[in-house]
């Protein structure tokens, strides 16, 4: 059932503009459903995410009450109530919400199995819970500054190749048979050390890290770019400095 639940978290990933609001309705929150049965004697089936449909009325699914004696003519009571069609919202008209991405496994079914659900696709901000963050992993790095001290040329030059693993440097024909090794990638260097080991190459090649720049790695869980998850959180960063030099002052 967990790895079900990521599936199905990984399936509903979603790109909306839409209104915030406490209670669960046609503006903030999105339905699909899902109901899939594998047959006795049938061979086993994988269940993927283009197997939920889109409920643009909202849930389905009648809600238990307690009350026996309760108006058996009034409307039953859903887990959502949508005051309009989620297919008049003019988003949605020509453009139908479905998975982002429609081959995710979400579960392998057996003869005599049956899966049947309901998703609801909620609106919220990491800060409430980190289910709802666009950020999968993001870490940084200090730009790394390789420096050669002294001209390395014919067959130092290829042995200062050979010695990075991430291929850093290369080599430059100076004519007439002379070689001399370059720094061609810098922002590639791991830092390592592999280029420094051995007899006096740390007199020929300095490793070091530039204090003032930064590489920013961003990976997204899909529903907003990297680009924008990185300036929207330096917006946040901006709006929390000023509030703390307002708290000081």
Not at 10 to 39: A, G, M, R, W, Y
Not at 56 to 73: F, I, M, Q, W, Y
Not at 233 to 248: N, P, Q, S, Y
Request: glycine fraction near 4%; hydrophobic fraction near 35%.
């Amino acid at each position: 059932m967990e790895f079900t639940l990521r599936a199905l978290g990984n399936s509903l990933l979603l790109s909306l503009s839409i209104v915030e609001n406490d209670q669960p309705n046609e503006k903030n929150t999105i339905v699909f459903k899902l109901h899939v049965q594998c047959k006795r004697g049938s061979p086993r089936i994988t269940v993927k995410s283009d197997a939920l449909k889109w409920l643009p009325n909202g849930s389905e699914l009648v809600k238990e009450t307690r009350n026996a004696a309760s108006d058996s003519s009034s409307k039953p009571e859903t887990y959502t109530y949508f005051g309009c069609s989620q297919e008049t919202i003019p988003e949605f008209v020509k453009n139908p919400i479905i998975p982002k991405y429609p081959d995710i496994i979400i579960a392998k079914l057996g003869p005599g199995q049956e899966f049947e659900l309901e998703a609801h696709a909620a609106k919220g901000i990491g800060k409430t819970h980190a289910k709802w963050s666009p950020v999968a992993t993001a870490w940084y790095r200090m730009l790394p500054e390789v420096v050669l001290l002294e001209d390395i040329e014919d067959d130092l030059a290829e042995e200062l190749k050979s010695k990075c693993p991430v291929n850093v440097f290369d080599i430059e024909d100076l004519g007439k048979g002379r070689r001399r090794a370059t720094v061609a990638r810098p922002r590639a260097c791991t830092l390592c050390r592999e280029c420094i080991r051995g007899d006096d190459w740390e007199k020929r090649v300095a490793l070091r890290r530039v204090k003032d720049q930064f590489i920013f790695t961003i990976e997204s869980t899909g529903a907003l770019p990297s680009e924008v998850l990185f300036t929207e959180a330096v917006k946040i960063l901006e709006d929390e400095c000023e509030r703390v030099i307002m708290e000081l002052s």
